[in-house]
């Protein structure tokens, strides 16, 4: 299988994965917060998260890479930018010894290499959104995807400071009162079913 093409910047993602052998990535509520601290220190330099939502076994994001010249403002330097999918690589890789560490175990704890498909239409950037938090719900693990704690559908319609890009993604939907209301609807079509082909198993 070939490998993957990088990431590019400036460009619309969804990325996902799941643990090797159907094995959890998150076994108790410290790996999900842990996850997150990692998820903030290696991924906040390179792109700009809308959505994400941690599930016991895989996990599913909506990022917006950053541009080359977005980053320099941010005080990297010319020379020295992680390239995105490096990034990814790295929390993964420190995601990964930390848990091995603590629950005994070696080896890979990812599939490789993670999942990952440009989003370049607004329908399906749009419905994708909504698949992405109501998906703990699609697999059992919750009967309201709302109450669903390692998600960032409550961090959207908070005003606690967050470091998803809240504003972006309600201008998306035109305001919180729609955000929700497309969610209850939940837009279930072909478009849907095809978002991630490899989360049906």
């Keep these: 299988m070939p490998s993957p093409a990088p990431l590019q910047p400036d460009v619309y993602y969804h990325l996902?994965?799941?643990?090797?052998?159907?094995?959890?990535?998150?076994r108790e509520d410290e790996n999900y917060r842990y996850f997150l601290r990692l998820y903030a220190q290696h991924i906040a330099p390179v792109a700009e998260t809308l959505a994400y939502c941690l599930m016991p076994?895989?996990?599913?994001?909506?990022v917006r890479t950053r541009a080359d010249a977005e980053r320099l403002t941010r005080s990297?330097?010319?020379?020295?930018l992680t390239p995105a999918s490096q990034a990814f690589t790295n929390l993964f890789s420190?995601?990964?010894?930390?848990?091995?560490?603590?629950?005994?175990?070696?080896g890979s704890l990812f599939?490789?290499?993670?999942?990952?498909?440009a989003v370049e239409d607004d329908t399906y950037l749009t419905r994708l959104i909504v698949y992405i938090y109501r998906n703990p719900a699609k697999h059992g693990f919750t009967d309201d995807f709302r109450q669903w704690r390692y998600s960032?559908?409550?961090?959207?319609?908070?005003?606690?400071?967050?470091?998803?890009?809240?504003?972006?993604?309600?201008?998306?939907f035109g305001g919180s009162a729609q955000f929700k209301s497309l969610h209850e609807?939940?837009?279930v079509d072909?478009?849907?079913?095809?978002?991630a082909p490899d989360d049906e198993r």
């Design 76 to 80: 990297e330097r010319v020379g020295r």
């Design 190 to 195: 072909e478009v849907t079913a095809k978002l």
């Design 111 to 117: 599939e490789h290499p993670f999942h990952r498909v």
């Design 57 to 62: 076994n895989h996990f599913h994001l909506l």
């Design 185 to 187: 609807q939940f837009l």
């Design 94 to 106: 420190s995601y990964t010894m930390a848990f091995n560490k603590r629950y005994g175990r070696t």
């Design 152 to 172: 960032s559908y409550a961090a959207i319609l908070s005003r606690h400071p967050t470091h998803v890009a809240r504003e972006r993604v309600l201008d998306w």
């Design 16 to 26: 996902y994965n799941r643990g090797t052998n159907g094995e959890n990535l998150f």
